[in-house]
Each structure stands twice: as structure tokens, then as C-alpha cells.
């Protein structure tokens, strides 16, 4: 199968971009033909404002350029990663000129929530959920804190909801959770054109023997991951293991301050996927505090992959990811004083916690692995060339 894939990357690299590279990966290894297209939001900088909000609602540059490589009809299918705010939903009318199916990953909720995790001023929020334009994040500058970006962005949502894109220009979507299809379907996007499909981690990586005598926390440092939850309830005597903190992001100023507060508090900024995995599989457990609907956190999956249990809250695919006593334990999103009974408790019995190690593992083998993935992506690609042909015989 011959695949054009898409891609907008952010400034600051991620998941997403990591999840790309993955499937593109994957499906050459498995003998399939994929040609990635990436747009950069450094070009933000010289398009200049205007310009990059003209293209978030129609990108007539990236149409032509989706539509020049698609007009041979060599290619099976258009998977598209991420859109925004460069590329646009243009590219989906291009390849429907093209007669080409589209697929669409749902890393996050931004065809439906202005800022994308449904989470603002410190909690969730779903007052945009369902609505035709989403008013209330303009309302609360939610983009950026940004009142015209947010505007932007409302108005390339209902435009596109008018329209009827997000209806009839995706052929199938592909969301990481049940709980994320749900969220989806409220949001306005058709139930049938919504699979299930995880992320996932290949080639699969050792597992590790954990026994380093610390925990670790390994993601973007700012309020919806939780980071102020987590080092709350570091700050008590009663927490003798070390935290080793791995990321960047807008708190990590309040981040190294307690780590020169808290001798137990350490942060190592940001490394390597290598190093990365090294210091998971040499960790106790990783703490997963995220306090929005996470889409699916690579960061869980590799943890399973090196054998380390995950304490998580239990909120949006962390809830369901990890399965108390098993592969890890649940606290309440934002709670201090539940996750500080749980440190308290688990620094204190580490032989219980090593010995969740195989579950962990055997999580991550039953599915998050790519051998099965790459079935499941290969699943979603003929399901869209299916409904392309059924919509073809109607006109």
C-alpha cells in the first residue's frame, strides 16, 4: 500500500511528532511505501500573523501542493497526523478531488475545544463541547491567551462544521481511546466514522530491572500534566525517594525551585528517547499526574515497554491504561493529599511494587506493540478506502 501521510509539527517537539515517525516507521517495515509531508510552525515567524490566520481557515498553498501530489492516483490513502494551523482542512478537499480516502488521527480535541485538551484556569472544561462555534474560548482567550488567535481558531471550527468537512471530507477517523470516541461523537463527529486505534511503541524496547531506588515523571512541564500536583506531594518528609524530573515546558522555573527546596526533587531537564528509556527501566515507578483528557500518552506506553508500573490519575486514557495493583495505581486528578498517601505507602513497600514489573511489560506486549498495530492501521486504511468507494457510486 502507497501512503501519503501529513503532518504539522509544533515548536515544541512531542508526542505527536513522535507518534508519526512511529507509524511512517512501522509501515516501511512491514513493506509499505509512505511519503511524509511536514509543515513546521517555525515558518509561523516569517508568514507573520495575518498570514498564518488566513491559512488556519484555507490553505490554497497547501491544497495545490496536496493536490499536485496526489493527481497520479498512485497513492492508496491520505493519512493526516496533524493540520493545523498550517496545512489546513484544505488538504482533505484536495484529496477528495483526487478521489483519494482521507484518514485523520485524533491526537487531541481540536476540532472541538479552542485550546485542545478541554482544560482551563486549572480544571477541565467542556463548555464548548458540542457547540456549532465555539464561543467560550474566545470568550476566555483560550488559544494563547490570545483573544484574535482564539477567534481564528473558533472560526476555522464552525466554518469547517458549516461547511460540512468534518462530515463528508474524512473518510475514517482514528481516535486513541473509547473515551476519546465518545468525546468525539459529543463533539459533533459522526459515530460511524470514528475506530478505535492506540499508539505504540517499535521496535519494542528491552525491559529493564528497575531496583534504581527513585521515581521518575517524564513529559512537558505545564499545568494540565499535573507538574504542581506532583510537586506538592513530593514536599513531605514522609517521601524519602528521590523524583527525577525529565522534560521543559512553562513550569520548569517553579520545577527547579523545588528541586533546590527538596533534596528529594531532582531535574535533569530535558533528554534523549535513549535516555529516556534508560532511566525508566532503572525507576521504581513513573508518575503519570496528567490532570486533562490525555489522548494517549507515549510516555505510559513506554514505561509498560521497559517493565515499570505507572502511578496515574485516573482521568481521560490513564484511567483506563493502567489497572490498579496490576500495572500501577490511580489517584484522583489534583489530589495531593491521595497521591502523598500513595508515595508514602508504595516508597515503603518497593518489593510490591517490583514485583508489577511483568504485568507491566506483558500491558505493553498485549497492546501497545506494533505487530498488532500495524494490522489495526492497515484495517483503518481499507475501511476508508471502502467508504471512498461507496461515496464514489453515489454520485
Known amino acids: 500500500m502507497k501512503i501519503l501521510m501529513l503532518h504539522n509539527r509544533y515548536l515544541a517537539p512531542g508526542g505527536e511528532d513522535q507518534s508519526t515517525a512511529a507509524e511512517v516507521a512501522l509501515l516501511t517495515d512491514y513493506g509499505h511505501q509512505v511519503e511524509l509531508l511536514e509543515q513546521d510552525n517555525r515558518e509561523i515567524e516569517s508568514l507573520g500573523k495575518a498570514r498564518t490566520a488566513a491559512r488556519t481557515l484555507w ?6 501542493r496536496v493536490y499536485s501530489k496526489l493527481g497520479d492516483r498512485q497513492f492508496d490513502v491520505m493519512h493526516v497526523q496533524n493540520f493545523f494551523p498550517l496545512w489546513s482542512p484544505s488538504v482533505y478537499y484536495a484529496a477528495s478531488k483526487c478521489g483519494i480516502p482521507v484518514v485523520q488521527t485524533l491526537r487531541n480535541y481540536r476540532l472541538m475545544c479552542v485550546n485542545y485538551s478541554f482544560f482551563r484556569d486549572g480544571r477541565v472544561c467542556e463548555d464548548c463541547l458540542g457547540r456549532f462555534v465555539p464561543w467560550s474560548g474566545i470568550v476566555h482567550a483560550c488559544y494563547r491567551e490570545s483573544r484574535l488567535g482564539s477567534t481564528v481558531v473558533a472560526a476555522m471550527i464552525g466554518l469547517h462544521k458549516m461547511m460540512g468537512t468534518w462530515t463528508n471530507r474524512v473518510n475514517v477517523y482514528v481516535a486513541l ?3 476519546a470516541r465518545q468525546k468525539s461523537i459529543a463533539g459533533g463527529l459522526p459515530a460511524e ?3 478505535v486505534k492506540p499508539n505504540f511503541v517499535h521496535p519494542s524496547p528491552l525491559p529493564g530491572p528497575g531496583g534504581g531506588g527513585y521515581a521518575i515523571f517524564v513529559g ?5 500534566k499535573g507538574v504542581s500536583t506532583l510537586l506538592q506531594a513530593w514536599k513531605n518528609p514522609g517521601i524519602d525517594l528521590p523524583l527525577r524530573i525529565i522534560g521543559e515546558g512553562p513550569l520548569e522555573d517553579s520545577v527547579r525551585a523545588a528541586a533546590a527546596a527538596c533534596p528529594n526533587i531532582q531535574y535533569l531537564g530535558s533528554r534523549s528517547p535513549e535516555q529516556v528509556l534508560d532511566a525508566m527501566r532503572r525507576a521504581e515507578f513513573l508518575v503519570f499526574p496528567s490532570e486533562w483528557y490525555e489522548g494517549m500518552p507515549r510516555v505510559v506506553i513506554e514505561a509498560f515497554a521497559v517493565g515499570t508500573p505507572v502511578m496515574a490519575s485516573n482521568i481521560g486514557a490513564g484511567a483506563s491504561m493502567v489497572v490498579p495493583e496490576r500495572n500501577g495505581f490511580h489517584f484522583p486528578p489534583g489530589d495531593v493529599s491521595t497521591l502523598r498517601r500513595l508515595l508514602e505507602s508504595h516508597t515503603c513497600n518497593l518489593s510490591k511494587v517490583r514485583r508489577m514489573r511483568p504485568d507491566a511489560r506483558a500491558s505493553f506486549e498485549s497492546h501497545y506493540a506494533g505487530p498488532a498495530n500495524a494490522d489495526l492501521l492497515l484495517s ?3 475501511r476508508a478506502q471502502q467508504q471512498q468507494a461507496a461515496m464514489s457510486q453515489k454520485k
Open 220 to 224: 512537558r512541564l505545564s499545568a494540565e
Open 380 to 382: 483503518v486504511y481499507r
Open 177 to 179: 481511546t473509547e473515551f
Open 59 to 64: 490553505s490554497s498553498d497547501s491544497y495545490q
Open 193 to 195: 466514522k470514528i475506530v
